[in-house]
């Protein structure tokens, strides 16, 4: 008899979970399958090509189906077949080459070169993030396609690339939030090969890679998950059905399926970071939840290894737990994403206050968000109508990720409207340098940096005609809280998913190379001055000029400070700042010239006694230093 399936363990340096579930290549055309399926009494492998043969796996404990063929090369096609009837895929299949309802491939983990050997990854701390869609970043919509622009994003500063989901999801146009094979790499993107070249070529370059996975729900097409055993559970639901199963009978296992996911990607694609999708709606009661497990794995890996490997979560709980190491009864995420920043931004420049942005609005909003990562702390939320949130006062600056433009705070708008769209050119450079100036990771979305106008549409390419109906009345009654009455576009239709893809053509237009060369400044200071490279809350100070609709912001390290004036108001204006005492040298002025903006007056070099008075521009931003800039510290930083 084969050795019996790992199981979960209190402390992961007791044991390693191998990463062993479906299809794995033993040498010389033998290949062992493993399969979880607890519903049935006997479970069969086909295999239908190159070499057919059926053979009966072995039951072990918990559930598990086990057996070891020979004559099955990689690229072998096979399903399983429970019961003696019905014909499955593999639910940890790692590639599905005709679709969510074809078989599934046997794919051999090393038959790829990789030559990043040298790469240990970088701390998150020097993350500058772009997120990016796979099928809409070019023409092409391949991995492949990816890593042409992988120099042009590294020469603007960019540090760390973030895909959006990859695993298998129906049809051609996805956002990649319904997947249903969660360790197989989408057919249309390239596949596992495909993914290892864009990771492989980020490292040369000295680009981490994050990809965002989703351990939440299964996407509603193509999830035979239910057939083989309880994955999700009905005792919850989430905004897209059923939860995954993390507390309930036989959750273990589901954990131990959804552990194995993440060293996967960590281990056989060398990603570095892993961006784990609306973890609120994760339902777990456990003593040691699914998280915090998935946490202590994840650390294990990096101490084996010595790679800088990231756990980065998304929650709109406002909720510190999610990065409290785990011994104080927190999920030990490496970081998470912020809203709160973004919404005070948006609201204050765009004045929308529906839906979630009734809560936001305020000059002290922004304050509050650069001050301690959360605005709402334990105030009552009139949106959700009850408290939200507790203090992240306390919470390191390294691990909250903020941003101006998100896919979802794009395409979860009625009509996808990029910032490009609603605010002014000079409210873009403002928004970009409160995010590029703050004490956390930034983030940028994909064409952000040129100001690329094309919508970001949600779009989908299901084939079951209810479900694409269903579809369609979900996102009009998604958007009724923000009272927004007019017609979505269709997700189904293809114009939707092309309108979404970049027009880079536009880069060469004079007002998108100007944005684009500001982002790159921006970054560039970000770098070059520890005073901003070094993230940190408490060497900063921030405040609020009400009247003047100013926000002014001072950081420091050791010897070399900055301090930045945000002017939110819509006209030009005197202010006195508090600037401390000695010899100042402006740094950046949105409203100069250079930057097409309607003239900056303020002086190059000033002298502060304490404080100084400045003309700022509406919507305009100014930046100055009193020590000197080091140098661009490339790809060590």
Partial sequence: ???????LVDHPAQAQIPVSLGATCLGEERCRFLVWAPKSAGVEILVLQPHPQRATMQKQERGYFEAVL?????????????????????????????????????VSSNDFQWTDIRWKGMPLDRYILYELHTGTFTPDGTFDAIIPHLDELKALGITAIEVMPVAQFPGDRNWGYDGVYPYAVQNTYGGPDGLKRLANACHERGLAIVLDVVYNHFGPEGNYTGDFGPYVTDQYRTPWGQAINFDGPHSDEVARFF??????????????????????????RNARPFLAMLSLQVQELRRQTGRDVYLIAESDLNDVRVVRPCETGGYGMNAQ??????????????????????????????????????????????????????SSRRIPARQFVV????????????????????????????????????PYIPLLFMGEEYGEEAPFNFFT???????????????????????????????????????????????????????????????????ALHSLSFLSKEMMEVRALEREKV??????????????????????????????????????????????????????????AGSVSLELCPDSLILYGNGKQSEDPGDSR
């Fill in 461 to 527: 390419s299901h084939g079951d005609a209810s479900l694409i109906e269903a579809v369609r009345k979900g996102r009009r009654d998604e958007f009724a809280a923000f009272g927004w009455q007019s017609e979505p576009p269709d997700p189904q239709a293809k114009e939707t998913f092309f309108s979404s893809k970049l027009r880079r053509e536009v880069r060469s237009e004079r007002r998108h190379q100007v944005l684009t060369d500001f982002y790159r400044e921006l970054i560039r200071l970000r770098k």
């Fill in 259 to 284: 552990i194995e996911n993440a060293l996967y990607w960590l281990t056989e694609f060398h990603i570095d970071a892993l961006r784990l999708d609306a973890i609120h709606s994760i339902m777990d």
């Fill in 70 to 106: 020979k004559n099955v090369p990689p690229g072998s096609l096979y399903r399983y077949i429970l019961d003696g009837g019905k014909e499955r895929p593999d639910p940890a299949s790692r590639f599905q080459p005709e679709g969510v309802h074809g078989p599934s491939q046997v």
């Fill in 551 to 608: 926000i002014f912001l001072r950081r420091w390290h050791e010897d070399e400070e900055i301090f930045a004036a945000f002017s939110f108001g819509k006209s030009k204006i005197s202010c006195v700042l508090p600037a401390p005492l000695g010899q100042w040298r402006k740094l950046l002025d949105s409203s100069e010239a250079r930057w097409l903006g309607e003239g900056g007056e303020s002086p190059q070099q000033i002298e502060s």
């Fill in 1 to 7: 008899m084969e050795e019996q399936p790992p199981v």
């Fill in 337 to 390: 994403w912020s809203d709160d920043l973004h919404h005070a931004l948006h609201a204050l420049l765009t004045g929308e206050r529906s839906g979630y942005y009734q809560d936001f609005g305020k000059l002290h909003d922004v304050v509050k968000a650069l001050q301690e990562g959360f605005v709402y702390s334990g105030e009552y939320s009139t949106y959700r109508r009850r408290r939200h949130g507790n």
């Fill in 403 to 438: 941003f101006g433009q998100n896919h979802d705070q794009i395409g979860n708008r009625m009509k996808a409207e990029r910032l490009s769209r609603l605010i002014s050119f000079e409210g873009l450079k403002l928004v970009t340098g409160v995010v590029m100036l703050s």
